[in-house]
């Protein structure tokens, strides 16, 4: 037997294992050289530099002992083995022994042992796929009384091989379930499993060395803070591609979890964030290419696989099949169909509209401008272009042009804002407040600098009765836009309380530093180098900016933002830096909370988005399902019968038409209720602003 095997069997046999003998769908046993995976002399030169870089550039300084050493074991684990469905607790025991042991392997010793527990894993995860395989040989019986663990996430690991075996019983009864929901005879529920179980062994034993170190350092880098990561050469590769927009795809960002492909996010001006039917965490289940292709099963895929499979020309169609986001396995899947294009930038740009307001016998004017993201054009104002593009820029040109329609008051849209360049939010921040500082920045080093409104002597552009409407996905500049507002009291923040990412990185591609070694493909290190701050001294991080007025959103805070994150870096506080706010609106918020309260009590489509949300939200409990054809067949239609209900009511109360079917809906018939309230909410401070500013009326009597 060759080194490299030897050296293999020695690490399973430390582990307690023996190579596994597999049933050989397609080419999918391990034992060649080639597939053995092993540490390269150029990891450990990059795993030294990354400490290096942790310990003198990261915001907190943190230490590389044997306490971190612990915690990236823990993200270790749970980035292999998160919903605990391969590892046995015999095999977490094993990997235990090395829980102190992996800051002295990123520093400078052999990096052996990550490989080893890899090979653990990669044993374990053969195993259950092939009892997977092997359970496809008979149609499982649909009729039994008994319910499948979806999310095991929190539960004990398994002690035994027999207790996995159940797991993944059960697991192979669920996903046969599911499509004998949609009618498929058994002979393709079988073709299709054996593909997808096959297919992942497939592309586990594609895994190549650098995916398993990239694996680790991510673990290491995550354990930092959530926004620190390390990215191997291709993906280094692959992240430059993404940011030059280059390619022609649907305008997401991706990412696996468990065997899913997950939507990250929307990128403004992509042909997703154009169709809107997208959203983030939706789970892609497949893909199909034009109008008429088949559906492409990706259970199980590569993320680079499934993002080959996604792009392709210019106005092509591609078709995906979702499960929405955060509904348990089992529920209904959606197609979504996109036309491929590049990121257009013009759809980047922030757009306006007016918005009717019927009141007290007039209708009220409420401008509205969306801003999807805080863009500028670096290269065209590099080369002079007075002309060039940016967020400011365009928002203070809208303004104008509303301001000329005779708009009552106005709505700033940062709902799905995700952030973009710190110069924009302070220049946007600066069109609505006189002058003065607009946000703190503290570096790793602890010195603070602040960051005022570039433009301190223009006039602001807008004076009259503002809110800013955000949701869980406003982040980084949106915050800091919403937070000045809020905190100079120029206007009232409407939404849900936003993601809560108050910090800054830096990028270091490592070949500038390893380069003189001779060797190159070193990839990339992102690194959280400092952190936000308002002008009150609170920090944004973590716990973001909450609004004046809550209204319900389909976003789940508990699921999403950067207070779920484990390793999210803390909210605190620096010192108030010297501001001067406005008039303090507690009472006047509390008018309009009392208004809002009101007026959505007797709002059919207010109503009607709070019983959808309390509908998603004990979906979302859900943590077992029934595995009964006959029980999850009436779960579906009793969910289909209460939408349709709902609906009915909504119309009704509305004079609408009811519908027969929740597909006789057309996409644009429903409205966008979120911005209604909003623009109600400033119709109410026009109102109010209105009234203050009317001449006192003197009682005159008569003689």
Same mark, same amino acid.
Not at 109 to 131: H, I
Not at 627 to 645: G, P, T
């Given at each position: 037997?060759?080194?490299?095997?030897?050296?293999?069997?020695?690490?399973?046999?430390?582990?307690?294992?023996?190579?596994?003998?597999?049933?050989?769908?397609?080419?999918?046993?391990?034992?060649?050289?080639?597939?053995?995976?092993?540490?390269?002399?150029?990891?450990?030169?990059?795993?030294?530099?990354?400490?290096?870089?942790?310990?003198?550039?990261?915001?907190?300084?943190?230490?590389?002992?044997?306490?971190?050493?612990?915690?990236?074991?823990?993200?270790?684990?749970?980035?292999?083995?998160?919903?605990?469905?391969?590892?046995?607790?015999?095999?977490?025991?094993?990997?235990?022994?090395?829980?102190?042991?992996?800051?002295?392997?990123?520093?400078?010793?052999?990096?052996?042992?990550?490989?080893?527990?890899?090979?653990?894993?990669?044993?374990?995860?053969?195993?259950?796929?092939?009892?997977?395989?092997?359970?496809?040989?008979?149609?499982?019986n649909y009729q039994l009384q008994e319910e499948y663990v979806f999310d095991r996430s929190e539960s004990p690991w398994a002690s035994s091989t027999e207790e996995l075996d159940e797991i993944w019983r059960r697991r192979v009864v669920n996903d046969a379930l599911n499509l004998a929901l949609e009618d498929e005879p058994w002979e393709k529920i079988q073709k299709v499993l054996t593909s997808r179980y096959s297919g992942f062994i497939k592309r586990l034993n594609q895994v190549n060395n650098d995916d398993v170190f990239e694996r680790f350092m991510?673990?290491?880098?995550?354990?930092?803070?959530?926004?620190?990561?390390?990215?191997?050469?291709?993906?280094?590769?692959?992240?430059?591609?993404?940011?030059?927009?280059?390619?022609?795809?649907?305008?997401?960002? +991706?990412?696996?979890?468990?065997?899913?492909? *997950? #939507? =990250?996010? $929307?990128?403004?001006? @992509?042909?997703?964030?154009?169709? /809107?039917?997208?959203?983030?965490?939706?789970?892609?289940?497949?893909?199909?290419?034009?109008?008429?292709?088949?559906?492409?099963?990706?259970?199980?895929?590569?993320?680079?696989?499934?993002?080959?499979?996604?792009?392709?020309?210019?106005?092509?169609?591609?078709?995906?099949?979702?499960?929405?986001?955060?509904?348990?396995?089992?529920?209904?899947?959606?197609?979504?169909?996109?036309?491929?294009?590049?990121?257009? +930038?013009?759809?980047?740009?922030?757009?306006? *509209? #007016? =918005?009717? $307001?019927?009141?007290? @016998?007039?209708?009220?004017?409420? /401008?509205?401008?969306?801003?999807?993201?805080?863009?500028?054009?670096?290269?065209?104002?590099?080369?002079?272009?007075?002309?060039?593009?940016?967020?400011?820029?365009?928002?203070?040109?809208?303004?104008?042009?509303?301001?000329?329609?005779?708009?009552?008051?106005?709505?700033?849209?940062?709902?799905?804002?995700?952030?973009?360049?710190?110069?924009?939010?302070?220049?946007?921040?600066?069109?609505?407040?006189?002058?003065?500082?607009?946000?703190?920045?503290?570096?790793?080093?602890?010195? $603070?600098?602040?960051?005022?409104?570039?433009?301190?002597?223009?006039?602001?552009?807008?004076?009259?009765?503002?809110?800013?409407?955000?949701?869980?996905?406003?982040?980084?500049?949106?915050?800091?836009?919403?937070?000045?507002?809020?905190?100079?009291?120029?206007?009232?923040?409407?939404?849900?309380?936003?993601?809560?990412?108050?910090?800054?990185?830096?990028?270091?591609?490592?070949?500038?530093?390893?380069?003189?070694?001779?060797?190159?493909?070193?990839?990339?290190?992102?690194?959280?180098?400092?952190?936000?701050?308002?002008?009150?001294?609170?920090?944004?991080?973590?716990?973001?900016?909450?609004?004046?007025?809550?209204?319900?959103?389909?976003?789940?805070?508990?699921?999403?933002?950067?207070?779920?994150?484990?390793?999210?870096?803390?909210?605190?506080?620096?010192?108030?830096?010297?501001?001067?706010?406005?008039?303090?609106?507690?009472?006047?918020?509390?008018?309009?909370?009392?208004?809002?309260?009101?007026?959505?009590?007797?709002?059919?489509?207010?109503?009607?988005?709070?019983?959808?949300?309390?509908?998603?939200?004990?979906?979302?409990?859900?943590?077992?399902?029934?595995?009964?054809?006959?029980?999850?067949?009436?779960?579906?239609?009793?969910?289909?019968?209460?939408?349709?209900?709902?609906?009915?009511?909504?119309?009704?109360?509305?004079?609408?038409?009811?519908?027969?079917?929740?597909?006789?809906?057309?996409?644009?018939?429903?409205?966008?209720?979120?911005?209604?309230?909003?623009?109600?909410?400033?119709?109410?401070?026009?109102?109010?602003?209105?009234?203050?500013?009317?001449?006192?009326?003197?009682?005159r009597i008569e003689p």
């Amino acid at each position: 037997m060759r080194k490299t095997e030897n050296r293999r069997t020695h690490w399973l046999a430390a582990a307690g294992l023996t190579l596994l003998a597999l049933p050989a769908f397609g080419n999918t046993t391990a034992t060649t050289e080639e597939q053995f995976l092993h540490p390269e002399p150029r990891h450990e030169k990059i795993g030294e530099l990354v400490t290096q870089f942790i310990q003198k550039s990261h915001y907190m300084h943190i230490a590389v002992n044997d306490d971190l050493s612990s915690r990236v074991m823990d993200v270790f684990i749970e980035s292999l083995d998160r919903n605990r469905i391969y590892l046995l607790a015999s095999d977490i025991e094993y990997f235990n022994t090395y829980r102190h042991e992996l800051d002295d392997i990123v520093k400078s010793k052999p990096m052996d042992p990550v490989y080893q527990l890899f090979a653990v894993y990669q044993t374990r995860v053969r195993e259950r796929l092939a009892f997977a395989l092997t359970q496809l040989e008979s149609e499982p019986n649909y009729q039994l009384q008994e319910e499948y663990v979806f999310d095991r996430s929190e539960s004990p690991w398994a002690s035994s091989t027999e207790e996995l075996d159940e797991i993944w019983r059960r697991r192979v009864v669920n996903d046969a379930l599911n499509l004998a929901l949609e009618d498929e005879p058994w002979e393709k529920i079988q073709k299709v499993l054996t593909s997808r179980y096959s297919g992942f062994i497939k592309r586990l034993n594609q895994v190549n060395n650098d995916d398993v170190f990239e694996r680790f350092m991510n673990a290491f880098a995550h354990t930092l803070d959530p926004h620190s990561s390390y990215l191997s050469p291709r993906n280094s590769e692959e992240y430059r591609i993404q940011m030059s927009l280059s390619y022609f795809g649907i305008g997401a960002s +991706l990412q696996t979890e468990d065997d899913f492909v *997950k #939507i =990250v996010g $929307i990128i403004p001006g @992509g042909p997703a964030a154009i169709d /809107g039917k997208l959203q983030p965490n939706d789970r892609i289940t497949g893909v199909a290419q034009g109008l008429e292709g088949d559906v492409e099963d990706v259970i199980g895929w590569r993320l680079d696989d499934v993002v080959d499979l996604i792009r392709g020309p210019a106005d092509s169609v591609v078709r995906l099949e979702i499960i929405p986001a955060n509904a348990p396995p089992g529920s209904p899947k959606k197609i979504v169909k996109l036309i491929r294009d590049q990121v257009k +930038l013009e759809e980047q740009a922030a757009k306006s *509209k #007016i =918005v009717k $307001i019927p009141r007290d @016998g007039r209708e009220w004017s409420i /401008g509205v401008i969306d801003v999807p993201s805080f863009y500028r054009d670096y290269r065209a104002l590099s080369n002079g272009d007075k002309n060039y593009t940016s967020t400011t820029k365009d928002v203070k040109r809208l303004i104008s042009e509303l301001e000329q329609q005779g708009i009552d008051g106005l709505v700033i849209d940062l709902r799905g804002n995700g952030g973009g360049h710190l110069t924009e939010a302070t220049a946007l921040s600066g069109l609505f407040i006189d002058n003065g500082p607009v946000v703190q920045l503290r570096n790793a080093n602890g010195r $603070i600098s602040r960051l005022d409104d570039p433009d301190p002597v223009a006039r602001v552009a807008y004076n009259g009765p503002l809110a800013v409407l955000v949701d869980r996905s406003s982040a980084s500049a949106s915050e800091i836009f919403a937070a000045a507002i809020q905190d100079y009291a120029r206007g009232v923040i409407v939404g849900q309380q936003t993601f809560g990412k108050g910090t800054v990185q830096n990028l270091y591609y490592l070949d500038q530093y390893l380069r003189p070694d001779g060797d190159t493909g070193f990839g990339q290190l992102t690194l959280t180098i400092g952190k936000y701050y308002r002008v009150t001294g609170e920090s944004t991080q973590h716990r973001g900016v909450d609004p004046d007025i809550s209204l319900p959103s389909g976003i789940d805070a508990e699921m999403f933002g950067e207070s779920v994150r484990d390793s999210a870096l803390p909210w605190d506080t620096v010192q108030t830096t010297r501001f001067r706010a406005g008039k303090p609106l507690d009472s006047t918020i509390q008018s309009l909370t009392a208004s809002h309260t009101e007026r959505s009590k007797d709002d059919p489509n207010y109503q009607y988005q709070v019983d959808m949300i309390r509908a998603a939200e004990k979906m979302r409990s859900q943590k077992t399902i029934s595995l009964n054809i006959d029980a999850r067949r009436a779960e579906r239609q009793d969910d289909l019968d209460r939408r349709l209900k709902r609906e009915n009511e909504r119309r009704t109360a509305l004079g609408l038409e009811p519908v027969e079917s929740l597909d006789d809906i057309e996409d644009d018939e429903m409205p966008d209720v979120l911005l209604d309230q909003a623009a109600g909410i400033v119709t109410d401070l026009a109102t109010m602003r209105q009234i203050a500013t009317k001449p006192e009326q003197t009682a005159r009597i008569e003689p």
